[in-house]
């Protein structure tokens, strides 16, 4: 999964998911069926605006129409920070690459394009995100902006930031050589589980922690034992940042 690493002005590095091709596409239909429904809709009472026949009447449909598919998303990206109804589904939205908030003119310059990139060439803005491999269709591009998830994965901050008491006794005294990405690795699998409840992805990392670990005790439940290992890698690394501070 590809990410954006955003220093912030207080120089802190933010590490966010960029959204998949898959999850724009996805809220791009969802927006586009939208757009479909208000159509229907406004056929539907066509009437109500007078007969076809009157020009005026016509071009009033025709702006009421047209006004709210042509603003949707300048005006819900404006007013729902960054995010349009699709986007809302699929837990996605729009950032600028530095991390702050997008501008009005963020917004209107991805807005433009868009007529370029959805109108008048067709596969352009899919053409540009493959090309550029940043999350980036041109609109991002020239706006300075890119779609993140919202969806937060488990990461190592989640980890090493846990309050860690200093009367801890480690169980696993092993733990303190595994790497970040290890306990990493260990923190998804349980939260997968407590959302799956897929034992064969507990069992396979349960087996692997404990060869890595050298431990041979299949006794010991593999949920404890999991949670226990991170604990134990949480104090080591909280016992060195103690040791230094002193």
Do not use: C
Not at 27 to 47: G, Q
Not at 159 to 168: C, E, G, L, M, R
């Amino acid at each position: 999964m590809e990410n954006i690493y955003i220093h912030t002005t207080q120089n802190v590095r933010i590490d966010q998911e960029l959204a998949t091709l898959g999850d724009r596409t996805l809220a791009y239909l969802i927006d586009t069926l939208i757009m479909i429904v208000w159509l229907l809709i406004m056929i539907e009472f066509r009437d109500s605006f007078g007969s076809m026949y009157n020009l005026d009447a016509e071009i009033v449909w025709l702006f009421v129409l047209l006004l709210p598919m042509a603003l949707y998303h300048l005006l819900f990206e404006i007013f729902a920070n960054g995010q349009s109804v699709g986007k809302m589904v699929m837990k996605i939205r729009v950032i600028r690459t530095d991390g702050a908030q997008p501008t009005l003119g963020n917004y209107l310059i991805r807005w433009l394009m868009r007529i370029v990139e959805f109108m008048l060439f067709r596969g352009l803005a899919l053409l540009a995100f493959l090309i550029l491999g940043k999350g980036q269709r041109l609109g991002d591009l020239f706006a300075g902006t890119t779609v993140v998830r919202l969806r937060r994965r488990v990461t190592l901050q989640d980890t090493v930031i846990a309050d860690t008491d200093k009367s801890y006794k480690p169980t696993y005294p092993q733990a303190q050589y595994l790497s970040h990405r290890d306990i990493e690795v260990i923190k998804e699998t349980l939260a997968f589980y407590q959302k799956t409840k897929n034992y064969l992805v507990l069992a396979e990392a349960f087996v692997k922690v404990q060869e890595v670990l050298d431990i041979d005790d299949k006794t010991i439940p593999q949920i404890e034992f999991l949670e226990t290992v991170v604990k134990d890698f949480n104090y080591f690394r909280a016992k060195e940042i103690w040791e230094t501070n002193k």
